[in-house]
Each structure stands twice: as C-alpha cells, then as structure tokens.
C-alpha cells in the first residue's frame, strides 16, 4: 500500500503542475468586460465623450495583451488584431481631433474612425477568445 501511495505521489509531482488552469479565467474576466464595454458603445455622444469610452476599450485591450503574454499565447492571428486596434486608435484620435477643431460631433470621418476602431476591438475579442479556448500544448501535463 505505501508503495502504492509513493508510485501516486511520484507520478503527480512530475506533472508541470504550475500550468494555468485551461480557459485562463483571468483572460475571459476581461474579454467579459472588453464585450460589454464594446456593446455599450458610444453611438450618439459628442467626441470627447466617445473618446473616453473608446480608451476605456483600449485599456481593457491592454490588459488583455498583458495576460495573453503572461500566458504565452501569442499567435499571428492576434498580433494582426492588436496592429489594427492599434492603427485604427490612431486613425481616431487624428479624427476626433479634426471634429473638435470643426466643432462638428458629427463629423464624417470621426463617425468612420469610431466605426473602424470598434470593427478593430471585435476582430480583438475574436482573436483572443481563440487563443484563449485553444487547448494549450500538450494540455499541461508533460513532464518538467
């Protein structure tokens, strides 16, 4: 019996039980809230308003990038996400700048740069719910 009960012990310990738990609960708390926070948008608000509710998505964005690297779950599928968020924040605070000078919160192209930000934060969302239920390599239990 004790013989047993050291085979047991021995098999476990030289699993690489310091693998995160499958799902990363972390991540998916944060894709939780980069999801609503896209959901409630910012359609029908002045530019300085939209621009804040956009930077809340870009901080959220960034932790999420933060616990994708502390993971190792980087794919190009997801840098290509992250590029375009990137590109398309850009491409809206040009605008949202354009609008407050025209005093216009109306303004065509801030409409578009919204629009294509918002486009860029689903394609994001996407990438990491991907990565985030990939099943991880070799599920955690090879040894060390």
Not at 35 to 48: I, K, N, W
Not at 80 to 97: C, F, I, Q, T
Request: hydrophobic share 40%; net charge negative; with cysteine.
């Amino acid at each position: 019996m004790a013989s047993f009960a050291v085979l047991a012990a021995f098999a476990t310990g030289c699993r690489n039980d310091s693998a995160p738990a499958w799902g990363y609960p972390e991540l998916r708390t944060t894709l939780g809230s980069l999801s609503r926070a896209l959901e409630e948008g910012c359609d029908d608000t002045t530019p300085e308003s939209c621009v804040a509710e956009l930077d809340r998505l870009g901080e959220l964005a960034d932790r999420a990038f933060g616990e994708v690297l502390d993971h190792r779950l980087l794919d190009s599928r997801y840098v290509d996400a992250k590029n375009e968020l990137d590109r398309a924040r850009e491409l809206r605070a040009a605008a949202a700048e354009e609008a407050r000078a025209r005093r216009d919160p109306h303004y065509l192209p801030f409409r578009r740069a919204v629009a294509a930000e918002r486009l860029a934060c689903r394609r994001l969302l996407a990438a990491l719910e991907s990565v985030r239920t990939a099943p991880p390599p070799g599920d955690g239990t090879e040894p060390v």
